[in-house]
């Protein structure tokens, strides 16, 4: 069966993210940075202003689209376009594409450090669909105490 990507969690409250129009991309620029592809983090957030980034607080810019416009074959070509360009540090950009488009990766990267010790999967090594599918089966939050 086909792992599908349907929820999400927030960078800011760390709760679900239930459907696509509850969620919002945002990436934060340096203060007093005067390059306009110079960010120094992307996240994904609730689309509600207690877990948007507060500009006017932190005084550092940010930008923001929905999370539908990341996602699919347009959403993919968008953040490769970010990547491409240096929008935001490459290593968290490419963790950010694997969250929105590896099927399953959002959901199961949470037990990663409990899959690692158990070495479900290996550290160092890319995670597959298999290995993702072991850690989604395996880990059932009702049944752990
Ligand atoms: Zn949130």
Redesign the pocket.
Known sequence: MEILTERWY??????V?ETVDDGWVEWIGEKDSTLWTQYKEIRL??A?K??QFDEKKHGEPVHDLPLEMFLGPDGLSRLLHFLEHWYVPSIQLIEFIRRLHVPGYEEARRDFPEALRRTIITEGDFVSQSEIRMILDDYNPLLDP
């Open positions: 927030c960078d800011s409250c760390d709760e993210i957030v609730h509600r207690a877990c």
